[in-house]
């Protein structure tokens, strides 16, 4: 075990925590059994951060992360939830200025997170489903990203 891993993990239940979300990257294995160790509940997730493009290749890519992040670590007790989507609407306005490309995004998001949502479910229907937003809860609702995960 890699034991700044265990460090880290050990400074998390000193602070009386017992909760962490591994946003949207790549973590060492090693992390994820001081997790299932030392009993931290986590959020695992893929880096589909902002905003998404509205390709077949961006679907297909986010489909293979999250099938590759549920296959690589189901198998530790320390997770609870798979997320996939990170504060998903902030970057439409902000980054994109054509309105049909805007529209084409809003309209495609949850699109995109129905089909994950559902694989995450036939992959491994017992842990929970979850994505990350922003804050701006109307805008959630509005595109109906609201009722889409756990």
Not at 72 to 86: E, K
């Amino acid at each position: 075990e890699d034991f700044r891993h265990i460090q880290d993990i050990k400074l998390i239940k000193d602070m009386g925590m017992n909760f962490i979300r591994m946003s949207h990257y790549p973590h060492d294995q090693a992390l994820l059994d001081a997790c299932d160790k030392y009993g931290i509940i986590v959020w695992k997730e893929i880096p589909i951060v902002d905003l998404i493009d509205t390709t077949k290749a961006f679907e297909q890519n986010a489909i293979n992360q999250l099938q590759e992040m549920i296959a690589q670590y189901s198998n530790h007790s320390s997770i609870v939830m798979w997320g996939f989507m990170n504060e998903i609407l902030l970057g439409i306005d902000r980054y994109l200025t054509d309105p049909l490309l805007k529209k084409a995004c809003f309209e495609k998001t949850p699109v995109l997170a129905k089909k994950l949502h559902t694989i995450c479910k036939q992959m491994d229907p017992d842990r929970l489903t979850t994505i990350a937003h922003h804050g701006d809860i109307e805008l959630y609702e509005k595109w109906g990203m609201h009722t889409i995960t756990d």
